[in-house]
Nanobody, 129 residues
Framework: QVQLVESGGGLVQAGGSLRLSCAAS????????MGWFRQAPGKEREFVAA????????YYADSVKGRFTISRDNAKNTVYLQMNSLKPEDTAVYYC??????????????????????WGQGTQVTVSS
């Protein structure tokens, strides 16, 4: 059974940084693409960042490009989201997700929630102004 557990959320002032972690279990982590999404109150869930199964390709929403970095440590079965220069509009619950199928080819769209089959429970990030 695939399980994803996020951690690292919290309250931070604008301009600050946080690093989110997502620990995966239940299958061979290194074979699967991973993504981060977020949902603010009253808004739909939106794509934040994704990383291919190989780690060679990363993808970002325009709103976070240059501020957020996604990475993975296959030895620890963990994907990270380093968030710098945080803004109040980054406030949301952040979710990690993983695909159903292994070895998703480069070029397959990883920026939509439909690409993912398994989700974590989310971690709250609050950025104060």
């Amino acid at each position: 059974q695939v399980q994803l557990v996020e951690s690292g959320g919290g309250l931070v002032q604008a301009g600050g940084s946080l690093r989110l972690s997502c620990a995966a279990s239940g299958r061979t982590f290194s074979s699967y693409a991973m993504g981060w999404f977020r949902q603010a109150p009253g808004k739909e869930r939106e794509f934040v960042a994704a990383i291919s199964w190989s780690g060679d390709n990363t993808y970002y929403a325009d709103s976070v490009k240059g501020r957020f970095t996604i990475s993975r440590d296959n030895a620890k079965n963990t994907v990270y989201l380093q968030m710098n220069s945080l803004k109040p509009e980054d406030t949301a619950v952040y979710y990690c997700a993983t695909t159903r199928w292994a070895f998703v080819p480069t070029g397959r769209d990883l920026t939509t929630s439909g690409a993912y089959a398994y989700w974590g429970q989310g971690t709250q990030v609050t950025v104060s102004s």
